[in-house]
């Protein structure tokens, strides 16, 4: 059984950042890419950043240049910088885990930002 727990959601003021953590336990076979989603009221989830086993990152065109996802292979977590924030960055934030053929998630952490 593979769990994540995320760490590192809040209240910031336009302009300001955030670091969102993400620690995965369990027995994780085929590992294959960790990331962060987000889903705002009345949206669907949507990719926010995500990196693979090799080290290759993507990110969602309204993040680039303001976020960086960053992994740590040996403690198995992956964190999120997150500056310059918007309000239309407000969302909650989940944890992803790639581990074929298995998707795992994180419980979520919200992040607001106020204008």
């Known amino acids: 059984q593979v769990q994540l727990v995320e760490s590192g959601g809040g209240l910031v003021q336009a302009g300001g950042s955030l670091r969102l953590s993400c620690a995965a336990s369990?027995?994780?076979?085929?590992?294959?890419?960790m990331g962060w989603y987000r889903q705002a009221p009345g949206q669907e989830r949507e990719l926010v950043a995500r990196?693979?086993?090799?080290?290759?990152?993507n990110y969602a065109d309204s993040v680039k240049g303001r976020f960086t996802i960053s992994r740590d292979s040996a403690k198995n977590t992956v964190s999120l910088q997150m500056s310059s924030l918007k309000a239309e960055d407000t969302a909650v934030y989940y944890c992803?885990?790639?581990?074929?053929?298995?998707?795992?998630w994180g419980q979520g952490t919200q992040v607001t930002v106020s204008s």
């Open positions: 369990g027995s994780i076979f085929r590992f294959h890419a």
């Open positions: 992803n885990l790639q581990a074929q053929p298995y998707v795992y």
């Open positions: 990196i693979t086993s090799g080290g290759s990152t």
